[in-house]
């Protein structure tokens, strides 16, 4: 990746010119010219001075000139730039700040509070709301399983809140119907009632103290029945995403934002890319080609972690949307959000 040259090397003509074509492109998502800029700008120079600066903008990797006009765009080196060292940030309102923290009533629901906060976000940004969720820890109600061949069976749990899942589960040799009728037995009898990582502690206590009362093969199925859940919940936190509509008002490049549409719809590299926001102390934004998933649409998140009371992260919150939304509002925006998600999880 490019670095950004130092912000100490431009002087402050070059630095004002520059603040004000990514002002004027972050409103307006078009190309600023020098003559835009000398009429406008209160800059105080002639269009012929503003283009050796815009050219001087252009070779250090900060300014891009499409085919199509004669002006300029910054890059994603130059908008990573403005964002790390030029931007003024501006607290969300009283009235964002209401908005933000109208879905946390007490008595609501977790999973609802999240996603009324996500969508209010998504709403104030104009952006996609996001917000990475740790999965929800099952308590067990009931375990069978359902034997498809000598090799292999259906494990259906069927959770305390009614949900019911199935997995396809590898069977070692010899396991028979027997067995693993007494394993979904023994599990609906004896661990009902308990989280995944609950059961499988209790289990492995009674079986080391001999009180499981089952032979190899069935504590082999009961092992794996239970490990089918445990591994798969770890590694699959819940994605909630509202307000992809926003991306399509007042598009100016159609193409970029189906393209953005169709990254959305890749949750597992999404969440891995939230997941690098886990470890920022505010939040963290990833410009266009900074993340792989978003190279093409040349899209930007700004994600923040949120945190338990123990000081713990417990999932990430943030938006998407196209590399000239108002990183100076939404940056806050975002901060605020996950200080706010914190205090109602604390």
Not at 48 to 65: C, F, H, K, P, T
Not at 89 to 108: F, H, N, Q, T
Not at 318 to 336: C, F, H, K, S
Request: proline share 5%.
């Amino acid at each position: 990746m490019q670095q950004t040259p130092p912000l100490a090397d431009l002087n402050d003509r070059a630095r004002a010119i520059f603040r004000q074509i990514v002002d004027a492109y972050l409103s307006s998502g078009a190309p600023v010219g020098s003559r835009t800029l000398s009429k406008g700008g209160g800059l105080g120079l002639s269009p012929a001075s503003i283009r050796n600066v815009m050219q001087d903008l252009e070779e250090l990797g900060l300014l891009a000139a499409p085919h199509t006009s004669a002006g300029r765009l910054p890059t994603e080196l130059g908008l990573r730039m403005f964002v790390d060292g030029m931007m003024q940030a501006a607290e969300p309102s009283m009235d964002e700040r209401a908005a933000l923290e109208a879905g946390l009533a007490p008595g609501v629901a977790m999973e609802e509070a999240l996603t009324r906060t996500t969508a209010a976000l998504s709403g104030l940004s104009q952006c996609a709301g996001l917000v990475l969720v740790p999965a929800r820890e099952l308590i067990i109600r009931q375990i069978s399983f359902v034997l498809l061949s000598p090799t292999q069976a259906l494990v259906v749990l069927v959770g305390a809140d009614g949900s019911v899942e199935n997995r396809l589960l590898d069977l070692p040799a010899g396991v028979l119907p027997a067995s693993l009728e007494a394993a979904g037995n023994y599990i609906t009898t004896r661990l009902a009632g308990l989280t995944l990582a609950e059961a499988m502690a209790r289990m492995s206590q009674e079986i080391a103290r001999d009180r499981a009362m089952l032979d190899t093969l069935t504590q082999t199925a009961v092992a794996a029945g239970l490990a089918a859940w445990s591994s798969d919940a770890a590694a699959r936190p819940v994605l909630i995403v509202r307000g992809q509509a926003n991306l399509v008002e007042d598009a100016v490049d159609v193409e970029r934002v189906r393209q953005l549409l169709d990254d959305l719809e890749d949750k597992a590299e999404l969440i891995r890319l939230l997941d690098r926001a886990r470890e920022a102390e505010a939040a963290r934004i990833f410009i266009g080609a900074e993340s792989r998933l978003f190279s093409l649409s040349g899209s930007s998140v700004i994600a923040a972690p949120y945190r338990g009371n123990d000081g713990k992260v417990i999932g990430v919150v943030g938006v998407i949307g196209p590399t000239r939304l108002n990183y100076a509002r939404v940056i806050p925006m975002v901060d605020y959000t996950a200080r706010t998600l914190s205090r109602l999880v604390s």
